[in-house]
């Protein structure tokens, strides 16, 4: 018998189990790919991690969770620093005096802040979807060149029809800085994601355990696991979870091609965007960049470059994206009443909860779940 019963081996899984056995507790992790890891798991090529579902880079200004990723892994001080390709011109991200000065050949701050102030002029009031807030936070070029198509490729939608929040993840600023994030904290485990997601599963200095099942689908065989644990916690997509019975909610899919390369540096860059929409992919990802300070590996004359299609997800597939629309939000809160009536189910992570989760939202949001699972003991 075990205390907890870990649907899914991403980080809201691992870290779970990690906090429960370190509090003395059985737990038995299920997992239904080959490999345990989540959407993080990578793949060693050639002495090159390669980040199989899709490029990560870790942000975080909570200091808690900082320190309790440090506790496993130590960081590599990447910084990411993407460069968008429209239609053959490069323009530096997120957008700042760099983007500016190469879009409209201007010097200073107040130069760019009149060109945006005179652009945006055209959205009055509370900006209602994605266009009306990228427009007014950055104004009509930036919009047409570096935003709409890249935008529409990936959730499969107009600009027009999607919630504004998405584009608010991206910064703005009036200085000549490339740092895609705000946060205090960034980088990538130096031994890769792998390494992280090990050394949570790891219990041999913990007072529980920790076990680990791959190829199985919690889904599938549940009569056979639920007798066999205390309490469930679910990181699948919830609506999976009801059989689909209130209707489906959308994600968006992604396929990956990579390619090897027998050069030292293909791109110059580890995530390049492409933002028109006559290019079918949104991003390729030359992933032996985000390797910062393994010179030997940037040496080596080869590489592996990622493109990144975005698609139309079908059951079956894995989900990739939750797509935070108002249609999609209604009926995820219908899922979520079915889910709080569930007793002895915890629904956490990126899939359950159907949130646009960053990782360390997800490691936050674990840790909190252990700590509530601790008080409800007390
Ligand atoms: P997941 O990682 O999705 O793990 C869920 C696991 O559950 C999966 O392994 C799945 O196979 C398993 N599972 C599901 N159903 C079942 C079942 N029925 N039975 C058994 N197992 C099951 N975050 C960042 O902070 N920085 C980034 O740069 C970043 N880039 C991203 C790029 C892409 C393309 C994507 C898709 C996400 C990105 N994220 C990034 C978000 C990050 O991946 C998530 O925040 C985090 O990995 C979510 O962890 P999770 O445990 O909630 O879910
Ligand atoms: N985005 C864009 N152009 C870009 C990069 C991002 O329009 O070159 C928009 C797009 O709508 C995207 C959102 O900003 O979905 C958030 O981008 P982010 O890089 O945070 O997305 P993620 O890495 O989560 O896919």
Redesign the pocket.
């Known amino acids: 018998m075990y205390d907890y019963l870990i649907v899914g081996s991403g980080l809201f899984g691992c870290v779970f189990a990690h906090e429960m056995a370190a509090r003395g507790k059985k737990c038995l992790v299920l997992e239904r790919r080959a490999q345990v890891g989540g959407n993080v798991a990578c793949e060693e090529k050639d002495g090159i991690y390669l980040h199989t579902y899709g490029a990560h880079i870790f942000h975080t200004s909570f200091e808690d969770v900082w320190a309790y990723v440090n506790q496993f892994v130590s960081f590599n001080g990447y910084v990411n620093s993407p460069v968008?390709n429209y239609q053959g011109h490069l323009y530096n991200?997120p957008f700042n005096m760099n983007t500016f000065r190469e879009l409209w050949d201007i010097v200073t701050p107040a130069e760019a802040q009149a060109i945006i102030a005179e652009q945006r002029g055209a959205i009055t009031g509370e900006p209602q979807n994605l266009e009306e807030q990228a427009i007014s936070l950055v104004g009509r070029d930036i919009y047409e060149k570096?935003?709409k198509g890249?935008?529409e490729k990936?959730?499969g939608r107009s600009c027009t029809e999607l919630p504004a929040f998405?584009?608010k993840?991206?910064p703005v600023r009036y200085t000549f800085d490339n740092n895609y994030f705000n946060d205090k904290y960034q980088g990538i485990p130096e031994q890769g994601y792998n390494s992280l997601i090990a050394a949570l599963l790891d219990d041999a200095q913990l007072s529980g355990g920790i076990e680990v099942r791959t190829q199985v689908d919690y889904n599938k065989e549940r009569a056979a696991f639920d007798g066999q644990a205390a309490k469930v916690v679910y990181t699948g997509p919830v609506d999976e979870y009801f059989d689909y019975k209130l209707g489906q909610l959308e994600y968006r899919g992604l396929r990956f091609e990579t390619q090897r390369f027998e050069v030292a540096n293909h791109q110059g860059v580890a995530v390049m965007?492409y933002?028109a929409r006559e290019v079918p992919f949104t991003r390729t990802i030359e992933h032996k960049h985000f390797m910062r300070g393994r010179e030997d590996v940037f040496a080596a004359p080869v590489t592996y470059v990622t493109r990144e299609y975005p698609h139309d997800w079908q059951p079956g597939e894995e989900a990739y994206y939750p797509v935070n629309n108002e249609r999609n939000q209604g009926l995820y809160a219908q899922y979520k009443a079915l889910a709080d009536k569930e007793t002895n189910v915890i629904f956490g992570g990126r899939l359950a909860e159907y949130k646009y989760y960053d990782m360390d939202d997800v490691i936050k949001s674990a840790l909190q779940c252990a700590a509530r699972e601790q008080a409800a003991q007390d």
């Open positions: 968008a991200l570096l935003i890249y935008t990936q959730w998405i584009i993840r991206l965007n933002t």
